[in-house]
């Protein structure tokens, strides 16, 4: 059983409670979030500790392969299992949790052993992947099943057009900023060059006038494609964008 709040020293509580606010999970029992960030290296040289994120991570595993299934689901109605199949591996995988976790700074609050301290852990794509396994299946046993589809909602649905091939980026990132941010992108053209055979676009995509992301390519439409589809990469990462009231943040 994870420890209470109460039993987390100070200075680790106000660290995890930031964290919480990051994520946007008031979690009811902070002790499940410092266990997901827990190491198995650190509960072998700090016994009394507590247990690993292992345990979470087995758990995490099987919510992230539910939650992420349900949303290919409603993005995809006419896809067959064997396409909705690939794009949750093209999703799910390590390199895409560990570059999730990276912008969520979950390295920084990993305890780690002196072992894989010394060994540069905190930037393991590997570790990074698990931790962040765990840490939703912290959200699962701390608020359930809603709560942790929130969650992977809010990292995947930016992501969910690139999950399967032909998607429009375009429209997605339409749907995404309208969903969220109430507002719809907006695209520039920021340079033309090349022989007439021979063109070179480059096209940026701004909402509320803040640049989200740029894109090149031989026609003006491929520029802008591939415009959205890395605004879409920021924004899954929680990258600066607009709030709803225009606020950037």
Do not use: C
């Not at 809603?146 to 429009?168: N, V």
Request: aromatic residues 4%; proline residues 6%.
């Amino acid at each position: 059983m994870a420890p209470e709040p109460a039993d987390l020293p100070p200075a680790r509580r106000q660290e995890l409670e930031s964290l919480a606010q990051r994520l946007d999970h008031r979690f009811q029992n902070l002790g499940l979030l410092d266990q997901a960030l827990r190491h198995s290296s650190y509960a072998h040289d700090t016994p009394g500790s507590g247990p690993s994120n292992e345990r979470l991570e087995f758990l995490g595993d099987a919510v992230l392969a539910l939650t992420v299934s349900a949303l290919l689901l409603a993005r995809f109605p006419e896809s067959s299992e064997g396409e909705m199949s690939r794009g949750r591996a093209a999703l799910v995988n390590a390199r895409q949790l560990a570059a999730l976790a990276r912008r969520l700074d979950l390295g920084a609050h990993l305890l780690l052993g002196r072992g894989e301290e010394g060994q540069a852990g905190r930037e393991k794509p590997s570790l990074l992947a698990n931790a962040l396994e765990a840490l939703l299946g912290a959200v699962y046993l701390d608020g359930g099943l809603d709560a942790a589809a929130r969650l992977t909602e809010r990292w995947f649905s930016p992501l969910i057009s690139t999950a399967l091939p032909g998607q429009d980026f375009k429209t997605s990132l339409q749907e995404f900023t309208h969903a969220r941010y109430k507002a719809p992108p907006a695209y520039h053209l920021m340079a033309e060059s090349g022989p007439g055979h021979a063109r070179h676009f480059t096209v940026e995509v701004r909402l509320q006038d803040l640049p989200l992301a740029q894109g090149e390519g031989r026609t003006k439409k491929e520029a802008e494609q591939r415009a959205a589809r890395q605004a879409l990469e920021i924004l899954a990462g929680g990258g600066a964008a607009p709030d709803k009231d225009g606020v950037t943040g």
